[in-house]
């Protein structure tokens, strides 16, 4: 198996963990917070998602499908591609309302559609393309990917936990 098909698979695992994070949770539910300060499990969701879409499209070259779409009004925001979630007050993500489950769905599969897409047409090689050089060392879009998979990935994960939290309470 070549680092392509790796991150293809990995990147392709994503969908179901997300859809079993939140299928069968109330719009109240997704936006519930388990304690003060804490993130819900709809902002997670939002938020991984958007770092993918952010990271992607930038090493693509394109914008982001938040950005050009409708997806921000469907949760009750504005479309700024800067808008990823990091460092958001406690005030910002509770204004992160998703209509329902089935938007954060949506949203998932067409930026983890999108991915998929970019990393079929990579070429081995491609993963040493220094993409940042804000960095010492310089961050390769190999990096910069598996960053991002390990950031959705933990946030998955919380997402996951929150919703064990939420059921049980």
């Known amino acids: ?14 969908p179901d963990l997300v859809a079993g994070a939140i299928e069968g949770l109330s719009p109240e539910q997704l936006r519930q917070a388990p304690a003060a300060g804490a993130n819900p499990v709809g902002w997670l969701v939002w938020h991984l998602t958007r770092i993918q879409d952010h990271q992607v499209s930038d090493v693509m070259g394109e914008e982001q499908l938040w950005a050009g779409g409708d997806w921000a009004g469907r949760f009750g925001l504005a479309a700024d591609p800067d808008d990823t979630g990091y460092a958001h007050s406690p005030e910002q993500v509770a204004r992160v309302r998703p ?21 079929r047409g990579l070429r081995p090689a491609d993963l040493d ?4 050089e804000n960095w010492d060392p310089p961050i390769t879009l190999g990096v910069r990917l598996v960053s991002t998979l390990d950031d959705d ?4 994960g919380q997402a996951a936990y929150v919703r064990g939290l939420i059921q049980r309470g």
């Open 1 to 14: 198996m070549d680092a392509n098909d790796l991150l293809t698979d990995a990147f392709g695992r994503l």
């Open 99 to 119: 209509e329902d489950g089935r938007v954060l769905l949506d949203y998932h599969r067409a930026v983890v559609d999108r991915t998929l897409a970019y990393l």
């Open 129 to 132: 393309r220094v993409v940042d």
């Open 153 to 156: 990935l933990q946030h998955v």
